[in-house]
Every structure is written in C-alpha cells, then in structure tokens.
C-alpha cells in the first residue's frame, strides 16, 4: 500500500515554532566552542533541525535535533522531530523508538502516535498500529485520518469484520467520504464478491469521479473477468488522473494486447518504464512484446535486466535463449537452455531448441543425444501427459513458473490488489504538493561544485575567482544544487566551523577575520543555518558594502529562509523586499553578471510577477546564452502564463543544454 498524507494539522505541527526554553544564542555558541555543550538556544536548533527537514536534509536535520536532545532530553519535541527524519530515511523501527521517548515525555499528544502509528505500518506491526490510532482517537475523536488508517490495518490483518464496522462508524460521522467506500471494495473483492464490489466503487465514484485509484480498481475488476475494452477505458480515466502511475500503464498494456493493439501496448509498457525503470512485468513483458514484432535484440536487453533483478527465473533464462537462438548466438542460447533444462529435465520444448542449437554447430553427438531423448518421451507419453498448444493471447501468472511451456506467454500479478494510501503527512515536502512543476533554485556560493551526470559546464563569476585568489583557503564554487548530507559530511562542516571560529577568536588581524566571516557564512548555509549565515554576512557588508558576493549570499540566504517561513504561513513581503534590495545593490555594482539577473528572476518568480521574472531571466540568458537554468525558469513561467508554445521552446534549449528534466515537462505541456 502506498503512503498517503496525514490531514493538514500534522504538518503545521511540523512548522509551527515550539516554546521550549531559553539560553545562549547559536552566533555565540560559536564564538565560544567551550560553551557548546553548556548552553543551548533550544528554540533555535530545533527551529534550524525543522528547516532543514523542510528541506529533506534529514540526517543533518538530525544532527540539530540531537543537540537539543542533549541539552533537554526532557522535552518530547526534539525526540518527535528526530522520529519525522527517521521515518523519512526508512528508518521505521528508529522511527518507533523515538515516538516511544517522546510518549514517555508526553502521552497526550496525537500527532507522536500517528508518526510511530505509520512507522510501525511500515514495519507491518498492524496490531500495534491500532492500539496507537485507538489512543490517538481517545484525545482527537474526530480526526478522520486515525480512523482512515485503522481500517486500513484491520484490512491488512484480514480482520475483515473488524474493518467494516469500522467503515461504517466512518460513514455515519462522513457520509460522503469516498475512500471509506473504497476500503469497503476492497473487503468484498478479497471476499470474492466482486458485484458488492462494483457497487462500492460506483458509490465512491459518485462522490468522487476524479479519483483515479477508484478508476483503477473499477478496470481490475473488468481485467479479472477479461472484459478488455472496458478495463481499457476505466483504465484511460486513471491515468489521466495519474499520469505517473506505472502499475496502470502495465494493466492498460494487457487490455490493449489483448485487443491486438501492439503499438499502443508497446507505447504504455515504455512510458511505464521510464516511470518505474525496474519494474519486473514492465521489462518481461515488454520483452514478449518486442520478440512477438520481431524486435529481437531489444527484446533480448529486457530479458537481461529482467535475469539481473531475478537470476533464477527460469522462464526469462528460456526466452532469452530462444531470442539468442534466433539472432545467431548458438552458444549463448544453449547455456541458457542447459540451466533451464538442468531445472526441468523433461522439458521437451527446450530439450528440441537445444538440439537444434547443437546440430547447427556441428556437436552432432549431443544433439542426437536431446532427440533420443525427446523421441523416447514421446513414444512414452502417458507417462509425461499430453503437451498444450500454446496461445499467444494466454496469460500466467507471476508464481506461476512450474510448466515452463508458458514462456511465451504474458505475466500478471497474481493477486491484483486494490491500492490504498494511508494518511500520512511526514512523506514529501510542502512546496511540492500543490505545484506538479517547480522552478529551478537560486544560484548561492558553496564549497561544493555543482555536479550532473550530463552538464561539463563550468560556473565562472570573477568575483568569486578574484576571493579565491585573494583568500587562498576553501574554494568557493557556484551552486543551486544543496543535496542531503551524510552524516559524515555534515560533521565535517561542524568541525569547519570549529576550526574556523577558533581561528577568528585568535587573529589580531581584523581583514583577516573579517574574510574569514565570508567563509564561516558559507559553511552555515551549508548546514542550514541561514540566520547565523546572514548576520556573518551582514557584519562583512559594514566593513565592505560593495563586495557582490556578500549581498550575492545574504540575499540567497533570506530567500531560504523566506521560502521556509511561507510554509509556516508567516508573510514574508517584508523579507523579500530585503532580498530584491540586496539583489539589486549587487546588480548596480556588476551589471554584467547573469547569476544575479537569474537570482532576481527567480524571486519576481516566487512572488509570482512572472513577466518581471522573464524580463530578468532574459538579461541572464543575453549575458551567458549557455545558462540553462534561465532557459529552464523563463520556460516555466511562460506555461505559467499559458504561453506554452515559448515555454516548450525554453524548455528544450534547456535540455539541449544538458537538463534533461526539461523533456518530460515538454512531454507534459505539449500533449
């Protein structure tokens, strides 16, 4: 079952700013290391420790959260907050163990049993799961989530009974809440009883005609009785709804096979995989597919990536060495047969290709040896049963590998399950949920130079080349791709930090520390510090006030945290006008710079003035025509603006220029 959100409340939980105390403040923690363990601003690190989270950055997310646990190991928060980062790096049983500690600190606060609820779902403790949506209903009786996901669990358990008392306590308090009707579908097709079935999902439907699990399950029934055309159209209805679902392209592939549609088969087995690139039924039975068209070598790449995934499958081994066979890799196919046959002796199928392989390759002997073999099998035939004709149109399914004289034919789950998401809000993050299509981030400094797997291009600015001559320590890169950081990393930045403070602290050279502030605002951007980032910076500017690169960074460090706040529903015009003056400032002093054009188009962006955010986007691109990022950005807001045929051609210099992200919203935007 997939993960689902919990109910809005959770997250606000998430960024809501907690009151826990008061102590020293993180600048000058750092100014004094001695201290760092003596006195902590518990509000600040678990303000940062969220922030972070925010940004999916959860093991140093962690890293905060265990200070603060250090310095009041009796508060709940830190430990729940340590749990929400668990939980995201699949650590469930982590997870748990900190929702444990924190209901020790606090046993009153639902949203700590509904992490270690999901958690414990995960690790498919289904019974403990409800003992905790049972206590989190005795404080929030009325939080349709707890009683959602509780059903869930009976149903996991096959309590089936148990769950439907449950849907229908949901019922009398929801009435028209469709995903109870859709759990009660579930019952009944488990029970079989697929016409009570039907009738739970048309009253779901009903309510809700845009959901497209719905749809889905309304064309598994239709599949299960072969009714192929109708699958096919409940099934063009789900994934116009969900468009990225791998599992209904692969059920629409089948109803279309079935149809003899190869083409459109073929066409949604690879949009299938270019969604879910190791699904199992996608490769096999696309491989079916392509040796059925005569697509033989391509046919035989599926294969190995299937044989790569499960090695033993003796099926996919066979089709693989009929596919050989065909293209003339006599030796490789009879490998391939020999393991199979090694697995099934009396295989007469394989044992005949085998003797054929060997007869074209001159080992006369051993293929006389497989056609005695065959020859004697079939003058014994009562003793091994009559041999089936195959049908291309038949199917097997996927456990279904003891007549290997199936090979050629279609794979299908064995038990096409309903799909259910539980409500979980601890999964994504929030500036994703509503928007399907994102702009590229501000370009900030870092030490870490930006990396791609496709993109050679280097990002020059000379008043960054001219600071790392002129400071010879940490090479200042320009960079909008933060990744995550392992824990090693980010202990490595604490330990700059130290190192760095220290050096401060024992300076008598005042240019000396203040160049070494630039530096240490750097490292806490890195870490997530955006507020101890910025005042560095701020006290750099009053020794400087023309240094680009400090109101560069203190400018991007505020759009980071402005972009935080605005999660918290705090408004942030007030800052963004901090930031479009930074901006601003630096533009005068470098007019010829297309990371600050690209910066402040990016910010006209967030504050949605998209024709200001193209004019500044297209001052980047007129100053390095090679920055695809602006051609990226200026191609999202013209979609925004519904000029899609301009946005379609940014998009594509884009991905000409080595974003390769860009083709699939072209592919979204021009259908």
């Not at 650590?91 to 700590?112: K, L, M, S, T």
């Not at 064995?414 to 928007?435: A, C, S």
């Not at 001559?469 to 995550?484: G, P, Q, S, V």
């Not at 992200?661 to 935007?669: C, D, L, Q, R």
């Amino acid at each position: 079952m997939r993960v689902k959100r919990f109910s809005d409340h959770l997250f606000s939980l998430l960024y809501t700013p907690l009151q826990t105390g008061r102590g020293w403040g993180w600048g000058f923690l750092f100014l004094f290391p001695s201290l760092l363990h003596a006195q902590y601003n518990t509000d600040k690190l678990l303000t940062i420790g969220r922030s972070a989270l925010y940004y999916e950055d959860y093991v140093l997310s962690m890293q905060y959260f265990n200070q603060a646990i250090s310095a009041k190991p009796y508060l709940y928060e830190p430990w729940f907050f340590r749990g929400i980062a668990k939980y995201n790096l699949d650590d469930f049983a982590g997870a748990e163990a900190d929702c444990n500690e924190a209901i020790q600190r606090n046993p009153y606060v639902v949203n700590i049993y509904e992490l270690r609820g999901i958690a414990r779902i995960q690790q498919k403790k289904y019974a403990d799961a409800v003992s905790d949506y049972t206590k989190a209903l005795k404080y929030d009786p009325e939080n349709r989530s707890l009683w959602h996901n509780r059903v869930l669990c009976h149903i996991k358990s096959e309590e089936f009974d148990q769950a439907l008392q449950e849907i229908d306590s949901i019922l009398s308090r929801w009435s028209r809440y469709a995903p109870a009707y859709m759990m009660q579908a579930d019952i009944n097709m488990q029970r079989k009883d697929t016409a009570a079935a039907i009738i739970s999902i048309e009253k779901s439907l009903d309510i809700d005609p845009y959901d497209g699990q719905a749809w889905s399950a309304r064309s598994i029934i239709s599949l299960s009785r072969e009714e192929w055309k109708e699958s096919e159209e409940y099934l063009d209805k789900a994934i116009h709804l969900m468009p990225k679902h791998a599992g209904c392209l692969i059920n629409r592939a089948l109803a279309r096979y079935n149809q003899s549609n190869l083409r459109g088969a073929m066409n949604d087995y690879d949009t299938a995989l270019d969604l879910e690139p190791n699904n199992f039924l996608g490769h096999y039975n696309r491989g079916l597919l392509r040796a059925q068209v005569g697509d033989d070598n391509r046919a035989i790449t599926d294969f190995d990536f299937v044989l790569r995934l499960e090695p033993d499958n003796m099926m996919a081994l066979f089709n693989r060495a009929v596919l050989l066979d065909k293209t003339g890799d006599l030796k490789g196919a009879i490998r391939d047969y020999s393991k199979v046959i090694d697995e099934y002796p009396n295989f007469w199928t394989g044992l005949e290709f085998r003797a054929s392989c060997y007869r074209r390759l001159g080992m006369n002997k051993q293929a006389e040896h497989d056609e005695f073999t065959v020859y004697k099998a079939k003058l014994e035939k009562h003793l091994y049963g009559k041999q089936p004709k195959l049908n291309k149109r038949q199917m097997r399914k996927r456990s279904d590998d003891e007549d290997p004289e199936k090979y050629n034919q279609l794979v299908v789950e064995d038990e096409r399950e309903l799909e259910h998401e539980y409500k979980n809000e601890y999964r994504g993050r929030v500036q994703n949920r509503k928007v399907e299509v994102e702009l590229l981030p501000m370009f900030g400094l870092s030490f870490n130079p930006m990396q791609s797997d496709v993109r050679s291009n280097v990002y020059f600015d000379h008043h960054i080349d001219e600071m790392n001559h002129r400071l010879r320590a940490r090479t200042i890169f320009i960079n909008n791709k933060h990744d995550a950081f392992s824990e090693q990393e980010s202990r490595s930045y604490f330990a700059y930090l130290d190192s760095i403070t220290n050096s401060i602290n024992r300076t008598q050279n005042t240019r000396h520390a203040v160049d070494m502030l630039i530096l240490r605002a750097i490292a806490f951007s890195a870490i997530r510090n955006f507020e101890s980032a910025i005042e560095d910076l701020s006290t750099y500017l009053q020794e400087d006030s023309i240094c680009v690169p400090a109101l560069w960074q203190r400018a991007y460090c505020q759009s980071r945290i402005n972009q935080f706040q605005a999660s918290e529903g705090t408004n942030i015009e007030l800052k963004n006008a901090n930031v479009l003056a930074d901006l601003n400032h630096a533009i005068t002093l470098d007019a010829q710079n297309a990371y600050l054009y690209y910066n402040r188009g990016c910010l006209h962006a967030i504050r949605q003035d998209y024709r200001l955010a193209i004019e500044d986007f297209t001052r980047a691109i007129n100053i390095d025509s090679n920055l695809a990022e602006a051609y990226y950005n200026r191609g999202i807001c013209a979609v925004y603006q519904k000029q899609n045929e301009a946005g379609i051609a940014d998009l594509s210099k884009a991905g000409e220029l080595g974003l390769y992200t860009a083709y699939s919203i072209i592919k979204k935007y021009r259908k």
